[in-house]
Protein backbone atom coordinates (compact mmCIF):
# COMPACT_ATOMS: atom_id res chain seq x y z
CA UNK A 1 0.00 0.00 0.00
CA UNK A 2 2.82 2.86 0.88
CA UNK A 3 4.63 1.56 -2.60
CA UNK A 4 1.59 2.24 -4.38
CA UNK A 5 1.63 5.44 -2.45
CA UNK A 6 4.69 6.34 -3.25
CA UNK A 7 4.74 5.41 -6.76
CA UNK A 8 1.47 7.43 -7.36
CA UNK A 9 3.48 10.38 -5.72
CA UNK A 10 6.22 10.22 -7.94
CA UNK A 11 4.29 9.93 -10.60
CA UNK A 12 2.36 13.17 -9.88
CA UNK A 13 5.48 15.29 -8.99
CA UNK A 14 6.76 13.84 -12.51
CA UNK A 15 3.80 15.50 -14.06
CA UNK A 16 3.43 18.17 -12.54
CA UNK A 17 7.55 19.12 -13.69
CA UNK A 18 6.45 18.37 -17.06
CA UNK A 19 3.75 20.90 -17.02
CA UNK A 20 6.03 23.06 -15.41
CA UNK A 21 8.11 22.47 -18.60
CA UNK A 22 6.34 22.80 -21.00
CA UNK A 23 4.31 26.42 -19.45
CA UNK A 24 7.73 27.84 -19.87
CA UNK A 25 8.81 26.58 -23.12
CA UNK A 26 7.25 29.66 -25.04
CA UNK A 27 6.29 33.16 -24.23
CA UNK A 28 5.45 33.46 -20.91
CA UNK A 29 2.22 34.12 -19.60
CA UNK A 30 1.28 37.93 -18.44
CA UNK A 31 -1.18 38.87 -15.39
CA UNK A 32 -2.62 41.67 -17.75
CA UNK A 33 -4.86 41.80 -21.08
CA UNK A 34 -1.31 43.35 -22.22
CA UNK A 35 1.72 45.01 -21.89
CA UNK A 36 2.59 49.28 -22.02
CA UNK A 37 6.02 50.32 -22.01
CA UNK A 38 6.33 53.02 -19.43
CA UNK A 39 7.35 55.25 -22.50
CA UNK A 40 4.11 54.86 -24.18
CA UNK A 41 1.35 57.60 -22.98
CA UNK A 42 -1.60 57.32 -23.90
CA UNK A 43 -2.80 54.38 -25.01
CA UNK A 44 -4.80 54.41 -28.10
CA UNK A 45 -5.35 52.25 -30.83
CA UNK A 46 -2.01 53.61 -32.31
CA UNK A 47 -0.40 51.35 -30.26
CA UNK A 48 -1.52 48.30 -31.25
CA UNK A 49 -1.12 48.87 -34.88
CA UNK A 50 2.12 48.32 -37.40
CA UNK A 51 2.46 50.16 -40.46
CA UNK A 52 5.76 48.92 -41.57
CA UNK A 53 4.36 46.63 -44.40
CA UNK A 54 2.37 48.71 -46.48
CA UNK A 55 3.08 48.68 -49.88
CA UNK A 56 5.77 46.06 -50.05
CA UNK A 57 3.03 43.65 -51.28
CA UNK A 58 3.60 43.23 -54.87
CA UNK A 59 6.73 45.73 -54.83
CA UNK A 60 10.18 44.27 -56.22
CA UNK A 61 13.37 43.84 -54.20
CA UNK A 62 16.60 42.98 -55.55
CA UNK A 63 17.39 40.34 -52.82
CA UNK A 64 15.59 38.36 -50.63
CA UNK A 65 14.15 40.19 -48.17
CA UNK A 66 12.51 39.61 -45.17
CA UNK A 67 9.96 42.70 -43.29
CA UNK A 68 9.03 41.11 -39.44
CA UNK A 69 6.40 42.75 -37.27
CA UNK A 70 7.83 41.57 -34.24
CA UNK A 71 7.84 42.72 -30.26
CA UNK A 72 11.22 44.79 -31.49
CA UNK A 73 8.71 46.41 -34.35
CA UNK A 74 5.36 46.59 -32.28
CA UNK A 75 5.94 46.25 -28.67
CA UNK A 76 2.32 45.91 -28.14
CA UNK A 77 3.39 42.02 -29.45
CA UNK A 78 5.09 41.81 -25.72
CA UNK A 79 3.32 38.72 -24.09
CA UNK A 80 1.09 38.15 -27.06
CA UNK A 81 2.86 34.87 -27.56
CA UNK A 82 2.33 35.94 -31.69
CA UNK A 83 4.51 37.61 -34.38
CA UNK A 84 4.47 37.91 -38.50
CA UNK A 85 7.06 38.08 -41.24
CA UNK A 86 6.76 39.12 -44.85
CA UNK A 87 9.34 36.99 -47.27
CA UNK A 88 9.98 38.27 -50.63
CA UNK A 89 11.79 36.09 -52.92
CA UNK A 90 13.15 37.17 -56.07
CA UNK A 91 13.77 35.04 -58.70
CA UNK A 92 16.15 32.43 -57.99
CA UNK A 93 17.08 33.57 -54.41
CA UNK A 94 17.46 31.69 -51.36
CA UNK A 95 16.51 32.23 -47.74
CA UNK A 96 19.60 30.18 -46.33
CA UNK A 97 19.60 27.71 -43.75
CA UNK A 98 18.75 29.30 -39.87
CA UNK A 99 16.77 28.52 -36.74
CA UNK A 100 13.98 29.80 -34.67
CA UNK A 101 14.86 29.02 -31.24
CA UNK A 102 11.73 30.45 -29.42
CA UNK A 103 9.00 29.37 -31.81
CA UNK A 104 7.62 27.21 -34.59
CA UNK A 105 7.11 28.73 -38.52
CA UNK A 106 4.10 28.42 -40.23
CA UNK A 107 4.53 29.78 -43.89
CA UNK A 108 2.15 30.77 -46.21
CA UNK A 109 2.93 30.80 -49.57
CA UNK A 110 0.81 33.67 -51.45
CA UNK A 111 2.53 34.09 -54.35
CA UNK A 112 5.23 32.06 -56.77
CA UNK A 113 6.87 28.55 -55.58
CA UNK A 114 9.14 27.50 -53.14
CA UNK A 115 11.42 24.37 -52.33
CA UNK A 116 11.40 24.34 -48.68
CA UNK A 117 12.91 21.70 -46.61
CA UNK A 118 14.22 20.84 -42.76
CA UNK A 119 16.44 18.84 -41.14
CA UNK A 120 15.71 17.04 -37.59
CA UNK A 121 17.24 15.91 -34.59
CA UNK A 122 18.26 12.60 -36.77
CA UNK A 123 19.46 14.35 -39.56
CA UNK A 124 16.63 13.60 -42.09
CA UNK A 125 16.12 16.09 -44.61
CA UNK A 126 12.21 16.89 -45.12
CA UNK A 127 11.55 18.63 -48.64
CA UNK A 128 8.78 19.74 -50.10
CA UNK A 129 7.93 22.04 -53.17
CA UNK A 130 4.88 24.37 -52.40
CA UNK A 131 2.43 26.39 -55.02
CA UNK A 132 0.58 29.29 -54.45
CA UNK A 133 -2.03 28.83 -51.51
CA UNK A 134 -0.03 26.09 -49.85
CA UNK A 135 0.76 26.06 -46.09
CA UNK A 136 4.27 24.52 -44.25
CA UNK A 137 5.03 24.35 -40.79
CA UNK A 138 8.77 24.32 -39.82
CA UNK A 139 9.35 22.67 -36.29
CA UNK A 140 10.69 24.96 -33.77
CA UNK A 141 14.33 25.33 -33.73
CA UNK A 142 15.01 23.03 -36.60
CA UNK A 143 17.25 24.25 -39.45
CA UNK A 144 15.44 25.17 -42.13
CA UNK A 145 15.27 27.27 -45.75
CA UNK A 146 13.17 28.48 -48.57
CA UNK A 147 14.84 28.72 -52.39
CA UNK A 148 12.78 29.98 -54.94
CA UNK A 149 13.54 27.89 -57.81
CA UNK A 150 12.07 29.99 -60.00
CA UNK A 151 14.72 31.87 -62.42
CA UNK A 152 11.73 34.27 -63.91
CA UNK A 153 9.48 35.07 -61.32
CA UNK A 154 9.49 35.94 -57.84
CA UNK A 155 7.82 34.82 -54.88
CA UNK A 156 5.90 35.98 -51.47
CA UNK A 157 5.30 34.46 -48.44
CA UNK A 158 3.72 35.24 -45.14
CA UNK A 159 4.86 33.68 -41.83
CA UNK A 160 3.27 33.32 -38.60
CA UNK A 161 5.42 32.37 -35.40
CA UNK A 162 3.87 31.38 -31.86
CA UNK A 163 6.35 34.14 -30.07
CA UNK A 164 6.08 37.57 -29.99
CA UNK A 165 10.25 37.67 -30.63
CA UNK A 166 11.19 33.66 -32.22
CA UNK A 167 14.61 34.43 -32.84
CA UNK A 168 16.86 33.93 -35.86
CA UNK A 169 19.94 32.14 -35.97
CA UNK A 170 21.58 32.63 -38.97
CA UNK A 171 23.70 28.90 -39.81
CA UNK A 172 26.38 30.29 -42.58
CA UNK A 173 27.01 33.30 -40.25
CA UNK A 174 26.49 31.95 -36.60
CA UNK A 175 29.34 29.57 -38.39
CA UNK A 176 31.48 31.93 -40.55
CA UNK A 177 31.29 35.19 -39.53
CA UNK A 178 31.34 35.50 -35.71
CA UNK A 179 35.09 34.67 -34.78
CA UNK A 180 35.51 30.78 -34.49
CA UNK A 181 38.97 30.36 -35.19
CA UNK A 182 40.05 29.55 -39.34
CA UNK A 183 41.81 25.87 -37.78
CA UNK A 184 38.92 24.93 -36.05
CA UNK A 185 36.26 25.55 -38.83
CA UNK A 186 38.70 23.61 -41.22
CA UNK A 187 39.44 20.42 -38.79
CA UNK A 188 35.43 20.52 -38.05
CA UNK A 189 34.43 20.10 -41.92
CA UNK A 190 37.15 18.35 -43.05
CA UNK A 191 38.86 21.01 -45.63
CA UNK A 192 41.67 23.49 -45.37
CA UNK A 193 42.17 26.79 -43.58
CA UNK A 194 42.00 28.59 -46.96
CA UNK A 195 38.90 27.19 -47.96
CA UNK A 196 37.28 28.17 -44.39
CA UNK A 197 38.81 32.28 -45.24
CA UNK A 198 37.16 32.37 -48.91
CA UNK A 199 33.95 31.12 -47.08
CA UNK A 200 34.21 33.93 -44.98
CA UNK A 201 35.42 36.56 -47.55
CA UNK A 202 31.83 36.10 -49.17
CA UNK A 203 29.65 36.39 -46.38
CA UNK A 204 31.14 39.61 -45.42
CA UNK A 205 28.36 42.51 -46.24
CA UNK A 206 30.04 44.48 -49.82
CA UNK A 207 30.58 48.06 -49.36
Known amino acids: MASNTLQHALFFLLAALATTYMAHAGDPDILTDFIVPAYIYPIDGAFFTFTGMRGILGAGTP ?5 KASMAELP ?3 G ?4 YAILRYPAGSVNPP ?3 PRSAELLFLIHGELEVGFVD ?3 KLYTQTLQTGDLFVFPKGLVHYQYNTNANSSATAISAFGSANAGTV ?3 ISVFATGIDDGILAKSFK ?3 GTI ?4 AGLKPKP
Not at 80 to 83: H, R
Open 98 to 100: HTH
Open 170 to 172: SVP
Open 121 to 123: TAN
Open 63 to 67: TFNVT
Open 76 to 78: ALN
Open 80 to 83: QSVS
Open 197 to 200: QKIK
Open 191 to 193: TDV
